[in-house]
């Protein structure tokens, strides 16, 4: 099994920075891509960030230039950085992994979800 552990949301006023943080552990073959959604209440899971062992990463285009998503996928981390938040980035934000796994293949695995509030 692949687990995941989330860790760095929390309140933070409009303007302000929060870095978040996920552990990946577990029967992990290969790493293919890691990366970041978010949700709201009545709204689809969104993309937010994410970046692939090809070395190639994308953003959605809300966050492009304020948020900055890093890892390693030797240590089995990444980290998305949120710069200059805005209340309409409040949301849940989960970390996601699409990996092979050493007993079951292709998997893709979600966090637990860490909640994000920007208060204006």
């Known amino acids: 099994q692949v687990h995941l552990v989330e860790s760095g949301g929390g309140l933070v006023q409009a303007g302000g920075s929060l870095r978040l943080s996920c552990a990946a552990s577990?029967?992990?073959?290969?790493?293919?891509?890691m990366g970041w959604y978010r949700q709201v209440p009545g709204k689809q899971r969104e993309l937010v960030a994410d970046f692939s062992t090809s070395g190639s990463t994308s953003y959605a285009d809300s966050v492009k230039g304020r948020f900055i998503i890093s890892g390693d996928n030797v240590q089995k981390t990444v980290y998305l950085e949120m710069n200059s938040l805005k209340p309409e980035d409040t949301a849940v934000y989960y970390c996601n992994v699409k990996c092979i796994s050493l007993t079951t293949g292709y998997v893709e695995v979600w966090g637990q979800g860490t909640l994000v509030t920007v208060s204006s």
């Open positions: 577990g029967s992990i073959f290969r790493i293919n891509t």
